[in-house]
């Protein structure tokens, strides 16, 4: 009878360890299934909260140089003591966060009359002309659109840009339409033709040239300007 008794005690303790064995193992799995769903979770949330890479900024303008230009891709002129293509960068970091735009384009003024002999003065003006006008003169234009002041700088930018023979017919076009009425209307129309011909008569030469924003848009500026010449003269015959 003991013997019996004492076998029926091993096997409950048997049974007992193997079922303990089997509970602990199911235990330990749950433990590490849940570890590894607690970190796929985590790494998920990792990825989610870091911030994506910036895309690279699109260069707001273009400047024109004349094809085999030397001085391509703001390339300084050989042998200068100083790089003259800084010179307008460093004014505009002077005058930055400050209200009065007529210091800043006395001081772009005085760049462009000191360097009026120089062969790459196209350079300067195009500089000139896409600061004043992009970040000082449009936002006062659009504030009081007769302010003369106003007209006036951008009527003299406007020159540079036709002068550096720019092929930036967004700018052109933006500033002729501004001008509308404080220009004479044969100005407008010959500013607006000569600029659209120059550049339709630009070479398309990589994809940029048509898909960049940039390329795109000079291409549809430079219809409007011609349909903007076709209207001033038909109205002024």
């Given at each position: 009878?003991?013997?019996i008794?004492t076998?029926?005690?091993?096997?409950?303790?048997?049974?007992?360890?193997?079922?303990?064995?089997?509970?602990?193992?199911?235990?330990?799995?749950?433990m590490?299934?849940?570890?590894?769903?607690?970190?796929?979770?985590?790494?998920?949330?990792?990825?989610?909260?870091?911030?994506a890479?910036?895309?690279?900024?699109?260069?707001?303008?273009?400047?024109?140089?004349?094809k085999?230009?030397?001085?391509?891709?703001?390339?300084?002129?050989?042998?200068?003591k100083?790089?003259?293509?800084?010179?307008?960068?460093?004014?505009?970091?002077?005058?930055?966060d400050k209200?009065n735009?007529?210091?800043?384009?006395?001081d772009i003024?005085?760049?462009?009359?000191?360097?009026?002999?120089?062969?790459?003065?196209?350079?300067?003006?195009?500089q000139?002309?896409?600061?004043?006008?992009?970040?000082?003169?449009?936002p006062?234009?659009?504030?009081?659109?007769g302010?003369t002041a106003?007209?006036?700088a951008?009527g003299?930018?406007?020159?540079?840009?036709?002068?550096?023979?720019?092929?930036?017919?967004?700018?052109?076009y933006k500033?002729?339409r501004?001008?509308n009425g404080?220009?004479?209307?044969?100005?407008?129309?010959?500013?607006a033709?000569?600029?659209?011909?120059?550049?339709?008569a630009?070479?398309?030469?990589?994809?940029?040239?048509?898909?960049?924003r940039?390329?795109?848009?000079?291409q549809?500026?430079?219809?409007?300007?011609?349909?903007?010449?076709?209207?001033l003269?038909?109205n002024?015959?």
């Amino acid at each position: 009878m003991t013997y019996i008794l004492t076998r029926r005690m091993a096997l409950v303790i048997a049974c007992g360890s193997v079922l303990g064995l089997t509970s602990c193992e199911k235990m330990l799995r749950d433990m590490a299934s849940k570890t590894s769903a607690d970190q796929k979770a985590a790494d998920t949330t990792t990825v989610a909260s870091s911030p994506a890479p910036e895309a690279p900024k699109a260069p707001e303008f273009e400047i024109t140089y004349p094809k085999g230009s030397k001085y391509a891709g703001l390339t300084p002129p050989a042998g200068a003591k100083a790089n003259p293509f800084e010179e307008i960068p460093t004014i505009i970091e002077t005058h930055k966060d400050k209200a009065n735009w007529a210091d800043k384009h006395a001081d772009i003024k005085g760049v462009l009359l000191q360097n009026g002999r120089k062969d790459y003065l196209f350079v300067l003006q195009q500089q000139g002309a896409n600061e004043m006008l992009r970040h000082e003169l449009f936002p006062h234009y659009y504030q009081d659109m007769g302010n003369t002041a106003v007209l006036n700088a951008i009527g003299f930018y406007t020159e540079q840009l036709v002068e550096a023979k720019s092929e930036d017919s967004e700018l052109i076009y933006k500033c002729l339409r501004a001008l509308n009425g404080y220009w004479e209307a044969d100005k407008i129309a010959k500013v607006a033709l000569t600029t659209a011909k120059r550049v339709q008569a630009r070479p398309i030469t990589s994809a940029a040239d048509t898909t960049t924003r940039i390329g795109s848009y000079r291409q549809i500026y430079a219809r409007e300007l011609k349909k903007m010449a076709q209207r001033l003269s038909a109205n002024g015959a």
